[in-house]
């Protein structure tokens, strides 16, 4: 039977704690912040005018997306395959959701607000890496805040040595998109991926 109304889905789960919403947020404490200075990825999630929901990855050294103020983030966009979906997602809505995840913490912090693309050259420059700046930021006026508990993490023992995964185990990149696109070349793919990721990365 499927789920098609909230009286259906609250009859099905008990009622949250207190605590599960007196400890969101409309601003960023010092232990959002502090989180955020520590963590080297985020999802962010976003849709677009079709209204298909899409995330994405982002990942550069710890404190990589910067606290402007309690209530403003700013991710830089590095280079990528230039089809910058989640930018042209916050054209059209510019509600995102961003999930920041710390190596060896089993908690996230989960934060939402509003984005914008900004490219002012002034703003973006303290997010140069290699004297690299990104294109464009998006800044993103936070509305809700929370530290999200460590369950998820710790059922998927992510952070776990001896859960990693052998790469063997999996086609490379490129394998995969020859598999997919008609006529294209798993090695050129794959040659062609690390060249980006030694060179390209910034």
């Known amino acids: 039977m499927a789920i098609t109304n909230q009286s259906q889905l609250r009859g099905t789960y008990r009622e949250p704690a207190p605590r599960a919403q007196q400890k969101v947020l409309d601003h960023l404490d010092r232990h959002c912040r502090a989180f955020i200075e520590l963590s080297p990825f985020c999802v962010i999630s976003s849709f677009g005018a079709d209204g298909r929901a899409d995330t994405s990855p982002r990942g550069d050294p710890p404190g990589f997306v910067a606290v402007l103020d309690e209530r403003t983030l700013l991710v830089p966009d590095r280079p990528g395959n230039n089809q910058v979906d989640s930018l042209q ?24 607000g509003r984005a914008e693309i900004v490219t002012d050259r002034e703003l973006l420059a303290p997010l140069s890496v290699g004297g690299k700046a990104p294109l464009s930021g998006l800044r993103v006026r936070v509305e809700e805040a929370f530290l999200h508990c460590g369950r998820s993490l710790i059922r998927s023992r992510l952070w776990d040595g001896d859960a990693q995964v052998d790469r063997a185990c999996y086609p490379s990149y490129g394998q995969v998109l020859a598999d997919q696109i008609r006529g294209a070349d798993a090695a050129e793919i794959d040659a062609s991926e690390d060249e980006a990721n030694r060179e390209r990365l910034y």
């Open 89 to 112: 997602n916050v054209l059209a809505h510019p509600e995102v959701g961003l999930l920041f995840l710390v190596p060896g913490m089993n908690e996230t912090l989960r934060v939402s």
